[in-house]
């Protein structure tokens, strides 16, 4: 079982940064991955960003490739989504979730658990 909390959302101007975090409790192995979603109003769920744990590898959405970064800090059991160049069309509930690796990696059903969700919002 595993149990994820996440914190850093806010209210930010456009061309601003904010660090979402995400705190595992429980047993994160190497065999899962971890990722950030976002849902904005009226809008499906989308991945944004994953990080494979055996390899360290991130994957990225194109609409947040150069912007974004996902990293993990394996002694604190947490993760983080660094988002600099923030755009209004960022504003989200941003959704930390973690599960056992399946091919793909933007699909919200193949994830056992999720976080609370934090909000980000950008103004123009």
């Known amino acids: 079982q595993v149990t994820l909390v996440e914190s850093g959302g806010g209210s930010v101007q456009a061309g601003g940064s904010l660090r979402l975090s995400c705190v595992a409790s429980?047993?994160?192995?190497?065999?899962?991955?971890m990722a950030w979603f976002r849902q904005a109003p009226g809008k499906e769920r989308e991945g944004v960003a994953v990080l494979y744990i055996a390899g360290n590898t991130a994957i990225y959405a194109d609409s947040v490739k150069g912007r974004f970064t996902i990293s993990r800090d394996n002694a604190e059991n947490t993760l983080f989504l660094q988002m600099d160049s923030l755009k209004p069309e960022d504003s989200a509930m941003y959704y930390c979730?973690?599960?056992?690796?399946?091919?793909?990696?933007?699909?919200?059903?193949?994830?056992?658990?999720w976080g609370q969700g934090t909000q980000v919002t950008v103004s123009s």
């Open positions: 979730a973690a599960g056992m690796e399946r091919r793909a990696w933007e699909l919200p059903s193949n994830y056992n658990w």
């Open positions: 429980g047993q994160i192995w190497s065999s899962y991955y």
